[in-house]
């Protein structure tokens, strides 16, 4: 969650394409970053999570706190939109299809999200930095199987081809003095 817009522009900045970004429709607010699990997708996150999220985003609205009935939005990071000429902090959407609304507010889960909360400095650049190695390095190890599955079935293929060839068929040891016969040849001579 950034604190303020400065933060917020780094956490737009520096936000994984499958992180689910939250906000205060319509008002200043804190934007909250849920880092997705391993698996779980935008459109599968469990109510309990977004009630929380959405809780967290109103809580840190200095004008939205003080008001019932808000709307809350999140969308995927990948559809945020940021401009040269919008402000700090401030984004847009490429899509505002993937964009929900969650209208509640619930002083029992600020508080205890109050109560758990804790505060990490995060060196985003970093992270990001480390994400894309992780990310690299499983996309070379992915690759490096592909091509060995590949080898393997090329391996295959020219072994069947081989077997079911007749090229091999009448290659038998003869007389180095002796005309080579030809398949029709060898036919020729059968009957």
């Known amino acids: 969650m950034g604190k303020d817009k400065v933060e917020n522009e780094d956490l737009i900045k520096y936000a994984w394409p499958q992180d689910v970004w939250f906000h205060v429709d319509k008002l200043s607010s804190a934007h909250v970053y849920l880092r997705m699990p391993e698996g779980m997708t935008w459109e599968t996150i469990p109510q309990a999570l977004l009630t929380d999220c959405a809780q967290l985003v109103k809580a840190n609205s200095i004008e939205g706190n003080k008001k019932d009935n808000l709307t809350i939005i999140y969308t995927p990071a990948d559809n945020l939109k940021k401009q040269g000429d919008m402000a700090v902090g401030q984004v847009s959407f490429h899509s505002d299809k993937r964009v929900v609304h969650v209208p509640n507010r619930e002083n ?78 060898i036919e020729e001579d059968f009957m």
Not at 127 to 149: G, H
Not at 176 to 185: E, I, N, Q
């Open 108 to 185: 029992p889960i600020v508080n205890r999200l109050n109560k758990t909360k804790v505060e990490k400095v995060v060196d985003h650049e970093q992270e990001k930095i480390d994400r894309v190695k992780k990310e690299n390095a499983e996309k070379r190890a992915i690759a490096v199987q592909r091509k060995k599955d590949e080898a393997e079935l090329a391996k295959q293929r020219e072994a069947q081809k081989a077997a079911w060839s007749y090229d091999l068929l009448f290659n038998v040891e003869e007389d180095p003095d002796a005309p080579k016969l030809t398949g029709k040849a």
